[in-house]
């Protein structure tokens, strides 16, 4: 009987932790067909350094608290194996740890990097004469992993930025007579502007709010965005602007990278926020506030998606389920199955059809002028922000688990990392 | 019988409205003692402009749901009314429209300044012979006010910079072996630390994270906050450090006044959280991230504070109460009955012990290092995070309520605000 190691891989979110709870809470449940669960400290940087962490010292109440518990309970990192021909002897190690704590089943929790890594695994592994079997389990909050309809961690920070943009625009309408008309707030996704699409569902037939939107898929055309704006707020009497971190020129630069000195020169950090609020300032004249969600938005697990929650444990478990049944080289991927009732179920994506593909907002998404999304978009959106799902409070704060993380006794011999 | 002027104040918070509705279903269940309520359309600015919001067409659902919605219903304004030497005119104004519209009792939810306008307003209107019972209700997320234990919009704001702040610093000790060390969260208070004080809060007994104060009380000491990050992140391994925007020099200038300049000279807005981050970056050579929470924070109604909402409640509801036994120039204060279990009332505080005073944070509530809050502070704060009262959900988002917001006839010619 052969054990297991689980890993998280790149930025964490605010379910990652449900992704383990349900690794570990299904294993637990095979105990005849899989043994341990050692997951690496600092993800697979724990498996190069054989620094695993043995989750069998972890009780029942502890790891079922990881399903309401934020950020990487094992510790993550950004580390992506390069490419077997240029870095051999790391693949080498890696099957040789697994060798050595009798590992058969390799469980790695990430994005689109970490896919093509399990997939290089399962691959080499089989050629150095131990096969392991290797399941990818999808995480992303960028939501930009091809053929899952939708990734773990995204619908948790979609809700928490159209709660928290549609929180502040009511804000803004508040004070807009006097103070404030133009609300900056600057959301993630580099590359994809899932999380920035998000935040125009604070407005809805209900609740109907003036959201401008800034996608990275867009070219940032500042002629047409100022207009935009203001006629907006000549309609309203204010707005909010989301603008996600990686809008970039005409030219192809982030809006971000100002080449900000202050006064005495030294170049300064800026977001995206302050430049767009600056631009809402010097050329329309207008009061504005800004913010920057960062890190806050990816660990908001006091305001997750219930629907992201149970994606999120179901992944694991059929994660290891499906290896159970001795599928290699996949990953469970969410399938939607009906919009009205929402209806989704597990269905199992080969690894090669997922590794190095991002994908990004149809057009079909983004409304004509580019600054809002469309119908098809609110769809698809919508049912992957519901329900709330509350961790325990205890003293006005939640009741985040902490796990022991014990480690297991080293066998093998130093490994450069 | 009188007719009842509601107005909101300055900065709007989580919780007005929950006070807005202690004073209006209040008033509803004395019909017989008190007429309408007329609130002011954006504040005080509404009462000089006699435009007036009719509250009695609000359904007693939409005013009940004002209890779990964000932001300044009736809208409010930043309007500091000018000393009665200075501009008579606009407080006979006041004056006039007050008797115009049949109305005898003002309720006025601001902080120390509208307890300030209230108390010559109450003064005033004695002496022109239409005396105004005049009942301050207070709210603050700067929690500056005197004599009251604590201000209503104050605890939910502390949640939720506790909340996120435990929340993001779990991220960044997931990812601090190969990402970022130091995270920096800005929050609110121009002048006194107490949103800053929140954010300790994050750690505690059953969880301990490093977090680093930086207070507006507190003249910023570049070398000796160096000293502290490198030292907390040499023994964690990483640390957040909230910054407060009030944050000076000793030179007594705001540290994000850095005249920054983007490549075309052009002056470029800056948060004080960047440059915290950039001092990291270029001193210590730590890989940082930062937030710049603004809005968010103080609309926060999602992870709002149970005792504040009910506090906000409470000091409406009273305000009510006390002007119909014919109390003036007053407002509804919170004491702290005792600390465990935590018990609080409503007292009745003179509006000229109030006004124009502000509460900062005691130096026993600062750590002696000044990053940090003491035992004594934890045992004031803890309290006011206490218990959660989430808004209802549809859609997975918040249904805050909109009101119709009908208009009074005017009955006055134009004045010029």
Not at 250 to 258: E, I, M, V, Y
Not at 337 to 345: A, G, I, T
Request: aromatic share 8%.
């Amino acid at each position: 009987m052969k054990n297991a190691f689980y890993a998280q891989s790149g930025g964490v979110t605010s379910v990652i932790n449900a992704s383990a709870c349900g690794v570990i809470e299904t294993a637990r449940k095979h105990k005849g067909k899989i043994g341990k669960v050692f997951a690496g400290r600092n993800g697979i940087i724990g498996a190069l350094a054989e620094d695993l962490i043995d989750t069998s010292k972890e009780s029942a109440k502890a790891i079922a608290a990881l399903r309401h518990t934020p950020a990487g309970a094992f510790g993550s990192c950004r580390y992506k194996l390069k490419s077997i021909e240029e870095h051999r002897a790391q693949y080498e190690r890696l099957i040789e740890v697994f060798r050595a704590h009798n590992i058969g089943f390799f469980f790695y929790n990430g994005g689109g990097d970490s896919a093509d890594t399990c997939l290089k695994v399962s691959q080499l592994s089989e050629k150095l004469g131990y096969p392991i079997t290797a399941v990818h389990v999808p995480k992303t909050v960028d939501n930009d992993l091809p053929i899952t309809d939708n990734c773990p961690g995204f619908g948790s920070v979609a809700k928490y930025i159209a709660v928290s943009t549609r929180e502040a625009t009511l804000d803004v309408a508040s004070m807009a007579k006097t103070s404030t008309k133009v609300f900056v707030i600057e959301v993630m996704g580099r590359h994809a502007g899932w999380i920035a699409a998000a935040g125009a569902l604070a407005s809805d037939k209900e609740m109907e709010l003036p959201i401008v939107v800034l996608f990275p898929e867009i070219a940032f055309n500042q002629a047409k965005f100022l207009a935009k704006v203001d006629a907006t707020v000549k309609k309203f009497g204010y707005c909010t602007v989301v603008v996600s971190e990686g809008v970039k020129g005409a030219d192809g630069k982030f809006l971000s990278d100002q080449g900000l000195r202050d006064a005495f020169g030294h170049a300064q950090l800026g977001g995206v926020a302050p430049v767009i609020a600056g631009l809402v300032k010097n050329e329309l004249n207008l009061k504005y506030h800004w913010a920057v969600a960062d890190y806050l938005q990816r660990a908001a697990r006091h305001v997750a998606s219930k629907t992201d929650v149970l994606q999120a444990y179901a992944t694991g478990k059929a994660a290891v389920e499906v290896a159970l049944k001795g599928r290699n080289s996949v990953m469970p991927a969410i399938k939607r199955v009906s919009n009205r009732p929402y209806k989704w179920k597990i269905e199992i994506a080969e690894l090669k059809d997922v590794a190095n593909k991002e994908k990004f907002m149809p057009r079909d998404f983004i409304s004509e002028d580019g600054f809002g999304i469309t119908a098809k978009c609110r769809q698809y959106l919508t049912p992957l922000i519901q329900g709330e799902d509350y961790p325990p409070y205890k003293n006005g704060l939640p009741q985040y688990v902490r796990l022991k993380n014990v480690g297991v006794k080293k066998k093998l011999g130093e490994f450069k990392v």
